[in-house]
């Protein structure tokens, strides 16, 4: 499966952005997708993350109640949704694909080498 990260920018502390994740290749609905973000000089993050199938979502602490993911199985796409944009949310984005479900108590989806197939990053810079 390839990944296809889009909608990054600069943009004003309590501003907001639209990242898509665009999926190909194999059946998009088989795949739960997450999104990490690496700051320079910091190691990479989980972000947020959707299940396939149920399409629970999980999101980090530092984004809850700002940050949303969503997915259009039809159009075979996950955003995030981001808003109320801080300075430390500046880094490159990157969206995930894994073969497997979230269920009830796992936390596999928090670790980056659990995802097996990645986009190429884009860049999102909150400053005034």
């Known amino acids: 499966v390839q990944l296809q990260a889009s909608g990054g920018g600069s943009v004003h502390p309590g501003g907001s952005l639209r990242l898509s994740c665009a999926v190909s290749g194999r059946s998009f609905s088989a795949y739960t997708v997450g999104w990490f973000r690496q700051a320079p000089g910091k190691e990479r993050e989980f972000v947020a993350v959707i299940s396939r199938i149920s399409g629970g979502t999980v999101s980090a602490d530092s984004v809850k109640g700002r940050f949303t993911i969503s997915r259009v199985n039809a159009k075979n796409t996950v955003y995030l949704q981001m808003n109320s944009l801080k300075p430390e949310d500046t880094a490159v984005y990157y969206c995930?694909?894994?073969?497997?479900?979230?269920?009830?108590?796992?936390?596999?989806?928090?670790?980056?080498?659990?995802?097996?197939?990645w986009g190429q990053g884009t860049l999102v810079t909150v400053s005034s």
């Open positions: 995930a694909a894994a073969p497997r479900s979230i269920e009830y108590g796992d936390t596999w989806y928090k670790r980056s080498a659990e995802f097996g197939s």
